[in-house]
Structure formats: structure tokens, C-alpha cells
């Protein structure tokens, strides 16, 4: 292991305060199930550590207008909450699919995000349901699309100085289903091959009048396949056009899958097109049973 320092702050500003002195040479920790291993693995050696796991105020999950999820918030929490389950089932798919039990009862899911890997099981459903990122930093507060946030692999528009704070979703999401499927060898404690989430709206006769579709370990970074969500819209819920834009969802217009240790593109490419449909129709009988 490397040498750091380590601090704890008491409060946003405060952290924000050592973000800024320290600039790159120091890294945020929250449950430490992605920091402490790249720094065992030495992706990483901050000559800081700022822990904001005394920061409670960021732990929450509540609506009013819209959805509110603190980024300090546990993948346990999500995967417990009544609400998301009911109102953004995505993202509580996403989050019963990190790790083991004890590994989703210390992550969070500012963790999940900022880490920024291609494969983060929640990224694909706040994609897909509309969510923004509400950062802090020195300069005050912004607010990001999060189809904007990443940049990379392991790379977002987060600044040195800033904390991710929240995870806001449109209240109109409470009239989409959604899922999130993962692909995976096993079930347990595996990275997924590919992901796919998937958020409808449906009208009068199941005419689709929304959606929104994102892919994981499907490009550089988690992705939008906005040219297969465009061709749903104003359909019918029907094998055709659910097969359709499978077919457009893994095609180059929107992602770009890599041969892997873990598997072959084609192979990533051939899963899109299956599961879209079969995500689709999921989340269409969630909106219809809830």
C-alpha cells in the first residue's frame, strides 16, 4: 500500500475546501469498495484521501417535483427502497445487481458513478430514466445531464474541487416502466458482459410515447442509443418494432462494443439486439401491473 493522509471532514464545504488545496492529488472516498482497490492495485495514489462518510445530509431518497437521490446514498438503500422499486425499477435493478450484499450495504452510488467504468450497473438506468448530476465545488453549484457527465473510461466532467452531491430525476418518470437487465457468466459478483436499461411510456393501445434505452460495456463510457429510441416513439408495442430497434440499438449508429478477455464484440453486438426487445417488454408490464 502507498502512504496517504486521511481526513474526514465535517461538512461539504469543508471537504470542498481540501479538494481545492490539494487539486489532483487528492481522491474522494465514500464506501471504498473501488477506491481502496485501485489504490491496492496502484491506478491510484492520492497523496489525500477525503472521506465524506460523515456527511449524512447526502444519504437520502425522497420526491417532490422530481426524484432526489443523495450521492451517499447505498446501493442497499436502493435496492430496499419501496419507491424506487415502484417508481424508477431500473435503477433498483441496477443497484440488486452490485457486488455481494455486503459490498452493496457500504457502496454508494455517487461511488458507482464517479468511478465512471463502462460497466457501473447503475449508470445504465439513470441514463435511461433522464437523471442529472448536481455537483459542488469551489465555483458553486451546477447541475450536468448525465449523458454528459462521462467523458471516459474512468473519466467524467467532475473537477478536482467538486463533491458530487445528488442524482435528480424527472417526476415524469412516474408514469414510465423501466428495467435493467445484466448480462453476465453467473449471477453473483461479475461484471456484466453488457447491460441494457430500458424506461417506456406508453399511450392509447400501447402506442410507445417515450422511451428511453442506454447500453453499458457498449462504448467507452455507459450510452444513450437515442437513434433507437427515436424510431420507438409513436409505435405500437409490437415484436416488430421492439425487434426493430434491437437491431438499431446495436448497430454503429449507437455504440461501439470492444473485443474483451471477457468477450468478443460481436458477441456484445448480438446480445444488444436480444435483449432490448426482451427488456422492452419488461418494463412495459411493469407500467401495466403497477
Known amino acids: 500500500m502507498i502512504d496517504y493522509d486521511y481526513i474526514r471532514p465535517g461538512s461539504v464545504k469543508e471537504a470542498i475546501g481540501l479538494l481545492r488545496q490539494y487539486g489532483s492529488k487528492a481522491a474522494v472516498i465514500a464506501g471504498g469498495t473501488d477506491v481502496m482497490v485501485n489504490i491496492r492495485n496502484r491506478n491510484m495514489a492520492p497523496e489525500l484521501l477525503v472521506s465524506i462518510r460523515d456527511l449524512k445530509d447526502l444519504c437520502y431518497i425522497k420526491k417532490d417535483e422530481n426524484y432526489h437521490i443523495g450521492s451517499l446514498t447505498t446501493h442497499r438503500m436502493l435496492e430496499n427502497s419501496d419507491l424506487v422499486k415502484g417508481e424508477l425499477s431500473a435503477l433498483n435493478d441496477g443497484a440488486s445487481w452490485v457486488g455481494s450484499v455486503q459490498v452493496r450495504n457500504v457502496g454508494t452510488i455517487g461511488g458507482n458513478i464517479v468511478n465512471a467504468a463502462p460497466s457501473a450497473d447503475t449508470a445504465g438506468p439513470l441514463l435511461a430514466l433522464g437523471a442529472s448530476v448536481i455537483l459542488e465545488g469551489a465555483e458553486g453549484v451546477r447541475k450536468i445531464p448525465i449523458s454528459e457527465f462521462f467523458t471516459g473510461p474512468s473519466r ?17 418518470m412516474e408514469n414510465f416502466g423501466s428495467a435493467y437487465w445484466k448480462h453476465s457468466r453467473r449471477k453473483a459478483m461479475n461484471l456484466p458482459l453488457v447491460g441494457v436499461s430500458v424506461a417506456l411510456k406508453l399511450g392509447a393501445s400501447d402506442v410507445i410515447e417515450d422511451a428511453g434505452i442506454a447500453l453499458t460495456v457498449a462504448a467507452p463510457t455507459p450510452v444513450r442509443a437515442g437513434m433507437a429510441e427515436d424510431f420507438m416513439k409513436g409505435k405500437p408495442l409490437s415484436e416488430e418494432v421492439l425487434s426493430e430497434a434491437g437491431r438499431i440499438a446495436a448497430s454503429p449508429d449507437c455504440c461501439s462494443p470492444r473485443d474483451s478477455l471477457r468477450c468478443d464484440a460481436w458477441y456484445r453486438e448480438e446480445m444488444i439486439a436480444v435483449l432490448v426487445p426482451r427488456v422492452a417488454r419488461l418494463a412495459a408490464d411493469r407500467i401495466k401491473n403497477r
Not at 478536482?160 to 442524482?167: A, G, H, V
Open 156 to 172: 467524467t466532467a467532475k473537477r478536482d474541487d467538486e463533491i458530487l452531491l445528488e442524482f435528480e430525476i424527472p417526476g415524469e
